[in-house]
Nanobody, 127 residues
Framework: QVQLVESGGGLVQAGGSLRLSCAASGRTFNSYGMGWFRQAPGKEREFVAA????????YYGDSVKGRFTTSRDNAKNTVYLQMNSLKPEDTAVYYC????????????????????WGQGTQVTVSS
């Protein structure tokens, strides 16, 4: 089973940038798509972004489209989420997770499509 660990969160001013990393260990994750989700206090977990196993396709939630970019380096077993033009409403705990379907060309926005969730990293955007 793969273990996922997120890092790179922190406190940033509105308009700033952060780059989150999601490192996998335990086995290679090269055959699986990856998803990013976030959860703000008192709110349900929200889809942020997803990337296919080979990085060939990505998809973003409407609230982050044009500002966030996800990528992966399979040689380093790591997925990234570059977050630009951050807004206070981006404040949340950010999670990465692994798609249950190996070698899938499809991307899912549903939590149920993902497994092996990381512990999350806090992102706080001040106004």
């Amino acid at each position: 089973q793969v273990q996922l660990v997120e890092s790179g969160g922190g406190l940033v001013q509105a308009g700033g940038s952060l780059r989150l990393s999601c490192a996998a260990s335990g086995r290679t994750f090269n055959s699986y798509g990856m998803g990013w989700f976030r959860q703000a206090p008192g709110k349900e977990r929200e889809f942020v972004a997803a990337i296919t196993w080979n990085g060939g396709s990505t998809y973003y939630g409407d609230s982050v489209k044009g500002r966030f970019t996800t990528s992966r380096d399979n040689a380093k077993n790591t997925v990234y989420l570059q977050m630009n033009s951050l807004k206070p409403e981006d404040t949340a705990v950010y999670y990465c997770a692994e798609d249950r379907r190996p070698l899938s060309a499809l991307l899912s926005v549903s939590e149920s499509a993902y497994t092996n969730w990381g512990q999350g990293t806090q992102v706080t955007v001040s106004s």
